[in-house]
């Protein structure tokens, strides 16, 4: 199953890879025609009943392949308010190649003249909340009607993110839905069928510029904080790594980013920068008699990122064992701490995201072959009950059932730093998506923002040249289709 949303993310990936999404409704179309034969015979009357988006779209291409049947298309709507450009083309195909078609302007001039098939192509996955005019008042007709009624992808009305259906959706007959079902469909009393619509198995394993559309949905009205408040909690025998990572994470959209670091380092990262907040606390590194103030100010963020820059002292990871242990939120866990991971029995939801060398010293299987490396970090990943990015020329992410592969990335990040950017960048993103979806999406743009860099730096890129190409990658800049 798949939800409406994460349906788009797949899309745009395909079309990332190049299947572009005309091609995709192409074959929806086709789909929804051999419904419509498998319902009724050669020389019935088809209704077509077809919205301004992408659901109406693929009704348009259904009709060049029902020749044989008494098809007529009514687009609600006027055809300029057409909203994509694929679909406007299919509907200018139809108007120009003389099928029998018309538009509705508004919903009193609806009629149904008792055809034996109706194709609703209302409102697809794009929709959610009960039908407006003159959507609601077709519906109510076709409802009325004795007409077979054949939905494309979901039932009009149907919310595909939640499987809710409204008061006033289409009760189909029949649903012809894409590549996977959708919530809810499976509580209808309809016929369901899945339609293969060519989407490459790529397009869901490896995380492209579509996973980032999961960033879409910031809140205009929201204010500060709640877009996340990241702890870091790092620096001791080193100040650069935290700060590397705190400003990756206020870089990938956090609100607030707190560096919680021993005394000694305080000032040093305060220097690093003004948009810090710098929480020293007393010595020279982390103990476990912090472990109790570092819990207190982590129950006040969405996230932690600890690790970076804490190094290897065995009293330092007796208390990151301590965090964990005590932590019921999320929690990035990179560099030395990683090693406290296999042994830690904790409530929180981590992110592990070690290299190669790391994730042996964690108890996982090393391999070139990177086909082979995400089936051993799904199992491992699920052992551990946790999501596990584990680093290399190709990253694999997995939480034990998701399992994604990312390609962004270049050897010129092999220099320091670069991994202290990542874990900053996926704690920005935990704190809003879920742990699977951050760590992809994070390891995507971090890889990304390191192919820009390499194009200024080449081989002299270091890990700050990263900060400052994070969010055009994130937001303005990351490519697709309109
Ligand atoms: N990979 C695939 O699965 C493919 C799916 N395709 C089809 O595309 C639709 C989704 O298309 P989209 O353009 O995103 O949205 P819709 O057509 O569902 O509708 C958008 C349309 O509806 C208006 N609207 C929003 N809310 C309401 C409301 N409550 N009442 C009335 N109207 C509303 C909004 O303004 C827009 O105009 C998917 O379901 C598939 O059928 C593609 O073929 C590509 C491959
Ligand atoms: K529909």
């Known amino acids: 199953m798949i939800t409406g949303s994460e349906m788009a993310v797949v899309d745009e990936n395909a079309a990332a890879i190049g299947i572009p999404r ?12 051999r419904a419509v034969r498998d319902v009724a015979d050669a020389g019935a009357s088809v ?13 348009f291409v259904a009709v060049r392949f029902l020749d044989d049947f008494d098809v007529t298309t009514s687009l609600l709507g006027r055809p300029e308010t057409i909203t994509t450009d694929i679909a406007r083309e299919n509907w200018d195909a139809l108007a120009a190649g003389e099928y029998d078609t018309e538009t509705v302007r508004d919903s009193s ?11 609703d192509a209302m409102l697809g ?12 008042t077709a519906a109510a007709a076709i409802d009325a009607s004795d007409a077979t009624v054949v939905s494309v992808d979901v039932p009009s009305g149907m919310d595909a993110e939640r499987g809710v259906l409204a008061e006033t959706a289409v009760e189909a007959d029949r649903v012809v839905t894409f590549h996977d079902t959708k919530p809810g469909l499976a509580d209808l ?6 339609a293969d619509i060519g989407i490459p198995a790529a397009a869901e394993r490896f995380v492209e510029r579509g996973d980032l559309m999961r960033l879409d949905d910031r809140d205009p009205g929201s204010h500060k904080g709640q877009n996340g408040e990241v702890l870091v909690i790092g620096g001791g025998p080193y100040a650069g790594a935290p700060a590397l990572s705190a400003k990756a994470a206020l870089r990938a959209g956090a609100d607030l980013v707190r560096v919680a670091c021993p005394m000694v380092v305080g000032r040093e990262l305060q220097g690093f920068g003004e948009d810090l907040i710098v929480r020293p606390y007393q010595g020279k590194q982390l103990e476990p008699k912090q472990v109790g103030y570092l819990l ?37 866990v990179d560099a030395d701490a990683l090693s406290r991971v296999p042994n830690v029995d904790t409530e929180a939801d981590l992110i592990c995201t070690p290299h190669q060398g790391e994730f042996a010293e964690m108890g996982g299987r090393v391999t070139d072959d990177w086909e082979q490396r995400t089936d051993i970090v799904e199992r491992f990943a699920a052992d551990l009950g946790q999501t596990v ?12 059932e998701t399992t994604r592969v990312n390609r962004t990335g270049n050897a010129g990040m092999t220099v320091g730093g670069t991994g202290d950017v990542l874990a900053g960048i996926t704690g920005a993103l935990a704190a809003t998506e879920r742990p699977v979806h951050a760590a992809a999406m994070a390891v995507y743009a971090n890889g990304k923002a390191g192919d820009r860099a390499y194009e200024r730096r080449n081989n002299g890129l270091v890990a700050t040249d990263l900060h400052e190409e994070i969010p055009a990658v994130l937001w303005t800049d990351r490519g697709g289709e309109a």
């Open 189 to 194: 009393d309809a016929e369901v069928t899945v």
């Open 22 to 33: 005309k091609q995709l409704m192409e074959s929806s179309g086709h789909a929804v025609a």
């Open 125 to 136: 996955t794009g929709i959610a909340g009960d039908l407006r005019e003159p959507e609601r």
């Open 296 to 332: 207190q100010m982590a129950r006040h963020h969405d996230t932690v990122v600890i690790g970076p820059g804490l190094g290897d002292e065995e009293d330092t990871l007796e208390a990151v064992e301590g965090v964990l242990s005590g932590y019921s939120g999320t929690a990035v």
């Open 47 to 59: 209704r077509v009943v077809a919205g301004r988006g992408n659901n109406g779209g693929d009704a």
């Open 109 to 119: 001039a609806f009629e149904l003249d008792g055809p034996d098939v109706v194709v």
């Open 389 to 400: 990015l584990v680093k290399g020329e190709y990253d694999v992410v997995s939480d034990g």
